[in-house]
């Protein structure tokens, strides 16, 4: 079974600061790593994902993780936050369940509160 | 190309009645999954289904939960005679392919359950 560990609940940061939200993820098999982000009262929208290829992915609004295979983690980064980024973000692994599908496995979020 | 629809987006119940929650996936999707999100936590899976078919339903309460996807019209996730336990949000999200990876699950805005 596969687990995502997000190991800040809240991360509060100024504007225009570097943030980093850590993920760390469990699984015996290989895995599929997703960012999503909610805004207040909002569904869940695809920030970026890793299915192969590069670690480093980029979204357009400025964010980009890491793929660490060695550290099983996906750490997501933005070099400089806006109000705009105010949201709870989530990490998510996509992996066989063993029951005949893939499930996503989520964390339980980091609420990113940035401040004028 | 409307995403997912979720209804009704507020729901209001008292305790032993039922509530019925429609999601209608992305126009082409077959597949569709029901989280629950409940405070503070991340989302957690319930079940997987195909066009009239039940795929994964592991992290559904064996009693009083139940879904559908029939050949037409929207999925639906019944809960019978709720209690204030239930009270969550809950996400469909609808896929176009989970034959070899889940690469990219679409969600909807959710229904925020609430039992008083």
């Known amino acids: 079974a596969q687990s995502v560990t997000q190991l800040d609940s809240q991360v509060p940061v100024f504007e225009e600061a570097p943030v980093e939200l850590r993920c760390n993820y469990s699984s015996s098999v290989s895995v599929y790593l997703f960012w999503y982000v909610q805004y207040p009262n909002q569904g869940l929208q695809l920030l970026l994902k890793y299915l192969s290829g590069s670690t480093l992915v980029e979204s357009i609004n400025g964010f980009e993780a890491e793929f660490n295979k060695s550290q099983t983690s996906f750490h997501l980064r933005k070099p400089s936050v806006h109000i705009s980024d105010t949201a709870e973000y989530f990490c998510a692994v996509s992996a066989y369940s063993g029951a005949g599908s893939y499930q996503l496995t989520f964390g339980k979020g980091t609420k990113l509160s940035v401040i004028p | 190309n409307a995403g997912v629809m979720q209804n009704p987006r507020h729901l209001v119940r008292r305790r032993g009645q039922e509530a019925r929650l429609r999601c209608s996936p992305m126009?082409?999707?077959?597949?569709v999954y029901w989280y629950r999100q409940l405070p503070e936590e991340g989302l957690k899976f319930m079940v997987y289904l195909q066009k009239e078919n039940i795929i994964d339903e592991s992290g559904m309460p064996k009693e009083r939960f139940s879904a559908e996807f029939p050949k037409e019209g929207p999925s639906i996730l019944r809960i019978q005679q709720v209690v204030r336990g239930d009270s969550a949000a809950y996400f469909c999200a609808s896929s176009l392919s989970t034959g070899q990876v889940l690469t990219e699950a679409f969600f909807g805005q959710g229904t925020r359950l609430t039992v008083v």
């Open positions: 126009k082409g999707h077959s597949h």
